[in-house]
């Protein structure tokens, strides 16, 4: 027989009525969680984040629900993000542009206004040439561009684009002095390497997917391992001897101060859909390679990539106006 005193029935009865102390863990999600895109809609970045999204809300029961708030390079839609709550209901699914943009012009954020939550995926940079060009190696392509100087010209997406940046890293690893000729957009880029107008450009496998079974252009190089299945057969830029890789990403992120244990749980979840065979394949198609990572060396890569991108910026004078 158990006794009880007053005290101990009164605290019982207490802690009966309360129940468990509840965490955010437990608590999260009870409702929609928004995921902004700062990008119109259709892009790269909605083809990689929707399957994830259907398989979160399989998960947790709660819609995840995208808003495409494009405008500003990708700043309108992240700034929005910035500015919310960091309770777990708002999230933000970008690109590599999260760390250039804010080296670049002015965003209304910095990446320190953001916590990590997920790596979704990663893909090289292709070093391309048309077909005819008498360029057919990278060591080629270096030493054409040595020799003419500011008079070999790469294109790009725009300036402040992915495309620039790799652009001018690969003028600073390599040593040479290409020069930015702009375009809007990476088809028109493309319209203008295979008319004679420029003679490199440096994009994603995917981005040129077209170009590249047509058989109108040359890979000479990719900027790191990892090219699609389908892509043809080039080195990495490492293999050819310049020492360093470099990637486009897509990733999620949360307001900062958003709660450990949801970021926590929300990186577990990813990180497990990313294993699965039909999501490798779907991305594969997209050009790209599923690439779980926990939080901490997620948050390790962002603050490279950050320092990394925002120095290329500096000595290659990037600036959107």
Request: proline fraction near 8%; avoid cysteine; glycine fraction near 8%.
């Amino acid at each position: 027989m158990v006794a009880f005193t007053r005290r101990g029935v009164a605290l019982t009865a207490l802690a009966t009525l309360l129940g468990p102390e509840p965490t955010h863990a437990q608590a999260w999600p009870t409702r929609p969680i928004r995921v902004v895109i700062p990008f119109a809609p259709g892009g790269s970045t909605d083809a990689h984040t929707r399957p994830v999204l259907e398989r979160l809300h399989a998960r947790f029961g709660q819609p995840f629900v995208i808003d495409n708030r494009g405008g500003a390079g990708s700043a309108i839609g992240t700034a929005l993000v910035a500015a919310a709550p960091p309770d777990g209901y708002t999230l933000l699914s970008t690109t590599a542009s999260f760390v250039t943009a804010p080296a670049v012009q002015q965003t209304g954020y910095q990446v320190a206004s953001f916590d990590t939550v997920a790596m979704l995926t990663r893909s090289p940079f292709a070093v391309i040439v048309p077909a005819n060009s008498p360029a057919k190696s990278l060591h080629d392509l270096i030493a054409m561009a040595k020799q003419r100087g500011d008079r070999m010209f790469y294109a790009t997406a725009g300036a402040g684009s992915s495309t620039h940046f790799i652009s001018e890293y690969f003028n600073m690893r390599a040593g040479t002095r290409m020069q930015h000729v702009p375009y809007r957009g990476i088809g028109p880029a493309m319209i203008g390497l295979l008319g004679g107008d420029v003679q490199v450009i440096l994009t994603t496998p995917a981005s040129a997917a077209g170009q590249m079974r047509d058989g109108l252009v040359r890979v000479l190089a990719y900027t790191a391992e990892g090219r699609p299945p389908d892509s043809p057969e080039a080195p990495t830029v490492r293999q050819t001897g310049l020492d360093y890789e470099a990637e486009s990403w897509w990733a999620i992120f949360g307001p900062r101060g958003m709660p450990r244990e949801i970021r926590q749980t929300l990186n577990d979840a990813i990180n497990q859909i990313l294993r699965d065979p039909e999501i490798i394949r779907t991305f594969n198609t997209l050009g790209s390679n599923p690439s779980p990572m926990s939080l901490d060396d997620f948050t390790k890569l962002v603050n490279e990539e950050s320092a990394r991108w925002a120095e290329v910026a500096r000595v290659a004078r990037i600036r959107v106006d």
